[in-house]
């Protein structure tokens, strides 16, 4: 819950900010961030890992997946990130969470299947795809019985008091978040008037 409570500027975060910024009210706020955090690109990383170690089932076969998921230009879910690129500061805690748990639980495997991925990944870290935290978060999910269904939403409770931080801070000194935005459309035409269409 302390690895996901906070951490910058994030959609789900960012998505708070701006709707404190119109003035509404926390709950509003909060609203806005949990529906950021339900899209697959923000929060469903950790059912996704998890379900990649399911499929691969055995740490012997994890580069065999690698290679194919590569070859098809298919990404490995649990890495990359848009601000880290290196590892993922959060990740280091949560392995050692992760092999702990894993070993007191009597499923090794998980923590395996998942090092195998990391090892056969390491030929891409140059180009900034390293492990995040998402990578460890969906097996540690798992080992403590949490249905995946419910994955987000713990990853939602975990980030309440951040995304709240995070409102608060912007009251303090209030403005309209309005981010400019580039047309990208067709050069201006001519107006035909109805009549001539």
């Known amino acids: 819950m302390v690895l996901h409570a906070e951490h910058g500027s994030n959609a789900s975060s960012f998505a708070a900010r701006v709707v404190a910024?119109?003035?509404?009210?926390?709950h509003g706020a909060i609203t806005a961030a949990v529906a950021a955090l339900a899209g697959p690109a923000h929060?469903?990383?950790?059912?996704?890992?998890?379900?990649?170690?399911q499929e691969i089932g055995d740490a012997g076969k994890a580069a065999e997946y690698v290679s194919?998921?590569?070859a098809n230009k298919e990404a490995v879910m649990g890495?990359?990130?848009?601000?880290y690129r290196a590892e993922d500061p959060r990740a280091r805690h949560m392995r050692a969470g992760v092999e702990k748990l894993s070993r007191e639980m009597g499923q090794p495997h998980w923590y395996k299947i998942l090092e195998a991925v990391?090892?056969?990944m390491k030929p891409y870290a140059?180009?900034?795809?390293?492990?995040?935290?998402?990578?460890?978060?969906?097996?540690?999910?798992?080992?403590?019985?949490?249905a995946e269904d419910l994955f987000v939403p713990i990853f939602a409770v975990g980030r309440v008091p951040g995304w709240t931080v995070q409102v608060l801070e912007q009251l303090e000194n209030n403005i309209l978040l309005r981010p400019l935005t580039l047309y990208?459309?067709?050069?201006?035409?001519?107006?035909?008037?109805?009549?001539?269409?």
Do not use: Q
Request: glycine content about 12%.
């Open 68 to 70: 194919s998921k590569r």
């Open 184 to 197: 990208n459309g067709p050069e201006p035409r001519p107006y035909v008037p109805m009549e001539n269409r």
């Open 21 to 26: 910024g119109t003035d509404a009210d926390l």
């Open 118 to 120: 990391v090892d056969a």
């Open 43 to 53: 929060g469903g990383a950790a059912e996704n890992v998890m379900r990649m170690a």
């Open 126 to 146: 140059r180009h900034g795809v390293n492990v995040n935290v998402d990578f460890y978060a969906g097996v540690v999910y798992f080992l403590n019985g949490i």
């Open 79 to 83: 890495f990359g990130h848009r601000v």
